[in-house]
C-alpha cells in the first residue's frame, strides 16, 4: 500500500496539468498500476486521492451496501462513481479534469497534502484558511 506524507505546492498550467510530487509517484506501484485516483471530497473543499489498491479496499467496504439500505443514495454512488483514474505523462504530471478543479477552487497552484493512506489536493489559499480554522479549533 503507499503511503503519502508532507505537504508541497505545485503550479497548474493553462491546461490543467501539475506536477505530481516525486516523494507520491515514488510510493505507488510501479506498471499500470501507476497511476492515482481522484474524487471530490464529501466534506471539504479539496479532493481526495489515493492507489488503485486503496480504491479495491473502499469498493470491497461497499459492496452490497445499497442492499441494506433503502431510499438513500449508495456511498458507492457518492464516492465510487465520482472517481477518476489519472495517470501521469513522462515528466511525472497529470491532468486535472475540470469538474475536479472546479470542485477545489483550484486555479493556478495546488497543495497536495499526505494523509498516509490517502492524499488531498487543496487550492493553497484554502487550505491555509482550513488550517488556521482547525488550529483555533484545537
Known sequence: MSIFTSTYTNKVDSKGRVSVPAAFRATLPEGKDQCVVLFPSLVRQ?????????LEQISAKLDNYAMFVENTPSPASKILAKCITLSFDAEGRMVLPKVLMDHA?????????????TFQIWDPKAYEKSMIQEEGQL
Do not use: M, N, R
Open 46 to 54: 479539496a479532493l481526495e486521492g489515493f492507489d488503485h489498491g486503496y
Open 105 to 117: 477552487g483550484i486555479t493556478d497552484k495546488v497543495t497536495f497534502v499526505g494523509q498516509g493512506a
